[in-house]
């Protein structure tokens, strides 16, 4: 049975930079599409970002696309989402997950998330 691991959230200050990783353990990690979804409080949770198994297909949500930057070690069997010029409105709990379909909103393995707050 896959397991997802997120870390690396934290308080940052408007402007700042986090970089929040997410481990994998229990599943062929160098077949599986990951992504990265947020929930804000009170509001539905929001794709982020996705990379396809080899890294070489990325897509970005509109509101993160210039400021996020996802990626992947195959061999350590992780994947990172890098957030620079951090918005007050990107306080959310970020969770990575899994699936072998690039393609799919449904992933079959999710983290338990981790805690990011944006605020002075």
């Known amino acids: 049975q896959g397991q997802l691991v997120e870390s690396g959230g934290g308080l940052v200050q408007p402007g700042g930079s986090l970089r929040l990783s997410c481990a994998a353990s229990?599943?062929?990690?160098?077949?599986?599409?990951m992504a990265w979804y947020r929930q804000a409080p009170g509001k539905q949770r929001e794709w982020a970002a996705k990379?396809?198994?080899?890294?070489?297909?990325?897509e970005y949500a509109d509101s993160v696309l210039g400021r996020f930057t996802i990626s992947r070690d195959n061999a350590k069997n992780a994947v990172y989402l890098q957030m620079n010029s951090l918005e007050t409105e990107d306080t959310a709990v970020y969770y990575c997950?899994?699936?072998?379909?690039?393609?799919?909103?449904?992933?079959?393995?999710w983290g338990q998330g981790t805690q990011v707050t944006v605020s002075s």
């Open positions: 997950a899994a699936d072998r379909d690039y393609y799919t909103n449904r992933y079959t393995y």
């Open positions: 229990g599943m062929k990690f160098n077949i599986y599409s």
């Open positions: 990379i396809n198994p080899p890294g070489l297909t990325i």
